[in-house]
Nanobody, 126 residues
Framework: QVKLAESGGGSVQAGGSLRLSCTASEYSTYSCMAWFRQALRKEREGIAAVDSDGTTSYVEAVKGRFTISKDNSKNTLYLQMNNVQPEDTAIYYC?????????????????????WGQGTQVTVSS
């Protein structure tokens, strides 16, 4: 079953902006939602998360440039990516779990999330 689906990826020049979307068919059942990314030859890493109470968390690499948000009326999770850099090139995945976000340094652990999208490619050229 496809429960999460990313869109909005593509090619963008360094310094530009991009907004990713993730539609969730069972949106109302999720508490913690997050964005992960996986670059070539690297492990999948969590970069941003938002809890059902609106609490957000980010890894340092994207803090101040990326913003995670939700539109509950549209059952959609967003990642606004500003000032993108070549090192942001990766496949971006949305993830969700029925449990609340763990909090602190434990929030963006891959094993916390039981539901995943198929990913959308973001390529940043210099």
């Amino acid at each position: 079953q496809v429960k999460l689906a990313e869109s909005g990826g593509g090619s963008v020049q360094a310094g530009g902006s991009l907004r990713l979307s993730c539609t969730a068919s069972e949106y109302s059942t999720y508490s913690c939602m997050a964005w992960f990314r996986q670059a070539l030859r690297k492990e999948r890493e969590g970069i941003a998360a938002v809890d059902s109470d609106g609490t957000t968390s980010y890894v340092e690499a994207v803090k101040g440039r990326f913003t995670i948000s939700k539109d509950n009326s549209k059952n959609t999770l967003y990642l606004q990516m500003n000032n993108v850099q070549p090192e942001d090139t990766a496949i971006y995945y949305c993830a969700a779990d029925r449990l609340s976000c763990a909090g602190g340094k434990f929030t963006l652990w891959r094993s916390n999330f039981g539901h995943w999208g198929q990913g959308t490619q973001v390529t940043v050229s210099s």
